[in-house]
């Protein structure tokens, strides 16, 4: 199973304002976006880990998931949420040539701890014997910062912040603050059948 994000979330989406601020950073100078892509790269950081920790996409991102064999032959759980919606089922054959598979053989369905995808009939499209199939699926709270949950959100602050501030790596990784604020959003993966 690999998981790939195909299209990533633009850096005019990040909240690089609202970390300046976290950091109580200087306005108003004539070189204040200095720092600019060096917050970035702890604010792309932060979110990684934040979304690794909660097992959510907190911006809205694009992925096809490749697998080589469904682990229910009925229903495919997703692993990673909340996803909006399946756009695609590519059946791999072993020479590597994919077709995508009838969109009337399956639905997605929409939860919050366990979205899927189902077979309509008995059971989900064949992978091809030496084969694989790729499920191509959109996730993520929103399209824009202020859709991501306030708990959420003030989690990558923090997280980015103890990165920043503790370049050297001698502070713990991740503060215990940005690690409760996760925590009713984390899911056991055994109980969602990934």
Excluded at 67 to 95: C, Y
Excluded at 104 to 125: H, K, N, Q
Aim: glycine fraction near 8%; charged fraction near 20%.
């Amino acid at each position: 199973m690999i998981l790939t994000e195909t299209i990533s979330v633009s850096s005019d989406v990040l909240p690089v304002d609202a970390f300046k601020a976290h950091l109580q950073m200087g306005t108003g100078f004539a070189d204040s976006d200095l720092q600019d892509e060096v917050l970035e790269i702890y604010l792309r950081a932060a979110i990684a880990a934040v979304e690794a920790r909660s097992g959510r996409v907190l911006l809205r991102k694009q992925y096809v998931w490749s697998l080589t064999r469904w682990r229910d032959a009925a229903r495919q759980v997703l692993p990673v949420r909340p996803v909006v919606g399946v756009t695609e089922l590519r059946m791999i054959n072993g020479s590597g040539e994919g077709n995508a598979a009838d969109v009337d053989s399956y639905r997605f369905v929409p939860d919050d701890i366990c979205p899927a995808v189902e077979a309509t009939g008995m059971l989900l499209p064949p992978v091809p014997v030496g084969g694989s199939v790729d499920l191509m699926f959109e996730a993520g709270f929103g399209a824009e910062w202020a859709e991501v949950p306030a708990d959420l959100a003030q989690a990558v602050l923090i997280v980015a912040a103890n990165a920043y501030e503790n370049r050297t790596g001698t502070s713990e990784a991740m503060p215990i603050a940005a690690l409760s604020l996760i925590e009713p959003y984390r899911a056991l993966r055994v109980s969602r059948g990934v």
